[in-house]
């Protein structure tokens, strides 16, 4: 048996004027996951005393645009078509499957729970035929009961901390594979199949998932307001943590992830601008500045200060004699300490060999471009030369590319967007 395009038919005059009985499906709301085909019994159908579950041979099938059609045989997949259009169905024909926009998985699926035999026409035999809807699925709301543990980190200023989360937001996804989603979940239901009985298990899902997801994103160095800007990131996080449950089993799959502002909880949030804070003093030209600041404050509070200006200054410099003007002389030593024992920094030109201040993006001597730092990456889509340590282009936000093998030994090449032809380490082919 199979479906023939009712075109090819009518041109090739086979079974034009054969067509018994019309299935089609309105437009689903997007509430329905699947529903049962409807029959229309054209006046000179051989089943119009039949029947509902009986197909006769030369029957019209209709499949509209975000749909996908199976035909069910004694409780076994039998046909699937997901290309729109008008379908004669015609016994003679070996089994067909229009797989449209839905991925070459669903035709592995077919072969695997499909079942392939002729049909005779035998009455005695259930036939049915299912719509799916395979459109988006949006507006599915999503929000975590209990805080989300998150490790912040940050190189730039050694921070490695681990937060609580609460998050909020939409989830969409679709039905990747009708088939898997029929067999494991809604075989054969007697007019329609909705989201509601689905939906709590699935968004229990989705939050338990959350975590591993959020753990893939923490390992790119992300900080938690950065969350919401990689949503495609996470959308393809949550694929992969799901793929099991989602994919593999009920043929889901998350299509995009949308959150509202992520919130941390006041402790953490303090925690995270003081250890920042701490951080920045790290350098003495800083912390030499915030000082002076201080010191500046305190002396216009010691003009104001109630008791008279004198005991106000008198008490700065009471502060000054117990250590303070010592702090901001060994700040200003430690300070010109590193400017002393820091050379000068430079590059070598690789082509004349001159010494070039660090400064300079060229070399004064004969042109050449300045080499990009060791470990550094080059953005595919703005061009900017990107510290190694950034998992994203901090100029456009761009993803940094993965790293090529040399495929001798499998040495990482130096530049990820610019791979070598030969392998620095092994000396052979990069790409073998």
């Not at 199979?2 to 689903?28: R, T």
Request: hydrophobic content about 40%; aromatic content about 8%; charged content about 20%.
């Amino acid at each position: 048996m199979g479906l023939i395009s009712a075109l090819v038919g009518s041109a090739g005059g086979v079974l034009a004027d054969q067509w018994k009985e019309f299935f089609y499906c309105e437009a689903m709301p997007f509430d329905v996951l699947m529903k049962k085909g409807e029959k229309v019994v054209g006046g000179r159908s051989s089943n119009t005393k039949g029947s509902d579950n009986i197909i006769s041979n030369g029957s019209k099938i209709a499949v509209a645009d975000g749909q996908c059609m199976i035909i069910v045989e004694q409780g076994k997949i039998v046909e699937v078509c997901a290309e729109p259009g008008e379908f004669i169905y015609d016994t003679s024909s070996e089994p067909s499957i229009f797989y449209g926009g839905l991925g070459k998985g669903i035709l592995n699926t077919f072969k695997q729970i499909g079942k392939r035999f002729t049909f005779g026409g035998d009455t005695g035999k259930d036939q049915r035929v299912y719509y799916f809807n395979t459109k988006e699925l949006m507006d599915n709301k999503f929000g975590t009961n209990n805080p989300i543990p998150f490790r912040v980190c940050d190189s730039r200023v050694n921070l490695d901390i681990d937060v609580d989360l609460r998050l909020n937001g939409v989830y969409s996804y679709r039905i990747a594979d009708p088939l898997l989603f029929y067999t494991n979940v809604c075989a054969n239901v007697p007019f329609e199949f909705k989201r509601s009985e689905i939906d709590t298990q699935l968004k229990t899902e989705f939050v338990s998932a959350l975590q591993p997801a959020l753990a893939k994103l923490s390992a790119l160095q992300m900080r938690p307001s950065d969350i919401p800007a990689h949503a495609e990131e996470l959308s393809d996080a949550m694929n992969e943590v799901l793929s099991k449950k989602w994919g593999e089993m009920r043929g889901l799959a998350v299509v995009n992830v949308a959150m509202n502002p992520i919130t941390l909880t006041p402790e953490d949030a303090a925690m995270i601008k003081a250890a920042q804070k701490t951080a920045m003093y790290m350098d003495p030209n800083i912390a030499i500045a915030s000082r002076v600041e201080a010191t500046n404050t305190a002396m216009v509070d010691a003009a104001n200060n109630a008791n008279g200006a004198v005991a106000g200054i008198a008490g700065v410099g009471m502060i000054n004699g117990m250590g303070g003007g010592s702090d901001l002389a060994a700040l200003n030593n430690l300070s010109q300490q590193q400017k002393a024992a820091a050379p000068a920094a430079t590059w070598t030109c690789a082509n004349c060999g001159n010494k070039v201040d660090e400064q300079f993006g060229f070399c004064p001597q004969c042109g050449t471009k300045k080499p990009a730092p060791a470990g550094s990456w080059t953005c595919s889509n703005c061009g900017n030369t990107v510290n190694g340590n950034f998992a994203f282009c901090p100029q456009c936000g761009n993803k940094k590319p993965e790293a090529a093998k040399c495929a001798n030994c499998g040495a990482p090449a130096p530049d990820p967007s610019n791979p070598p032809k030969f392998c620095p380490n092994c000396g052979k082919p990069f790409f073998g």
